[in-house]
């Protein structure tokens, strides 16, 4: 089975500065990879997915994530964190019949 | 734009209660999932339907069992509440092929006393 690891389950910026959030995945075939955020008292909403077509790919809210195969890797990065950017960030890889194997979550804190 | 809609966000029930949790999708997606989230443990999936009347068992199943009549439907019973499914339990749906995103509804935090 396939599997995802987020390092950090906190992590910590101030307004204006660099958010990276990582995430490597366990595959044996290419992988189909998501990021998604999720708001306090809300669900998850996707911010990128990763398809194989580019491997850098743009998301809503300014986010990004790149695809690097030798590193197993699919790292989220914004390159100036607002006051809103404040949630949960879940990676997720797919496997078969479109389900989702989630990592724990990363939970962003942003400081003024 | 997709809308997954859950029935309750807010649910209290006595251990020993059948509890069921309803889940609607208006975007003719194929594949239905309910996943329970807890801290620390991330998202857990406990089953999934790719078609009316089908359903998979994911990584938790226990204790869990699902209906899906209708493509727009997919319900979660809990057949004999206990408090360790005290959890906030959240669905979402997705079409057909490994490389389709996953909408969720806004979720239901179920306490089970």
């Known amino acids: 089975a396939q599997s995802v690891t987020q390092l950090g389950s906190h992590v910590s910026v101030s307004e204006g500065a660099l958010v990276l959030l990582r995430c490597n995945y366990s595959s044996s075939v290419p992988p189909y990879l998501f990021w998604y955020v999720q708001y306090p008292n809300q669900g998850l909403q996707l911010l990128l997915k990763y398809t194989s077509a580019a491997t850098l790919v743009k998301g809503i809210n300014g986010f990004e994530a790149e695809f690097k195969k030798s590193e197993t890797s699919f790292h989220l990065t914004k390159p100036s964190a607002h006051m809103s950017d404040a949630a949960e960030y879940f990676c997720a890889v797919s496997e078969r019949y479109s389900t989702l194997t989630f990592g724990k979550g990363t939970m962003l804190l942003v400081s003024p | 734009d997709v809308k997954v809609t859950q029935s309750s966000r807010y649910l209290v029930k006595r251990t020993g209660e059948k509890v069921f949790l309803e889940c609607v999708q208006d975007?003719?997606?194929?594949?239905m999932f309910w996943y329970r989230q807890d801290p620390g443990l991330g998202l857990r999936l406990i089953y999934f339907?790719?078609?009316?009347?089908?359903?998979e068992k994911g990584d938790i199943p226990e204790g869990y069992s699902v209906s899906r009549e209708k493509k727009e439907r997919f319900s979660l019973i809990l057949e004999s509440a206990s408090t360790n499914q005290t959890s906030m339990y959240l669905c979402?749906?997705?079409?057909?092929?490994?490389?389709?995103?996953?909408?969720f509804g806004d979720g239901t935090r179920l306490s089970i006393l």
């Open positions: 339907s790719y078609d009316v009347k089908m359903k």
């Open positions: 975007m003719d997606h194929e594949n």
């Open positions: 979402a749906s997705g079409g057909a092929g490994t490389n389709q995103p996953q909408h």
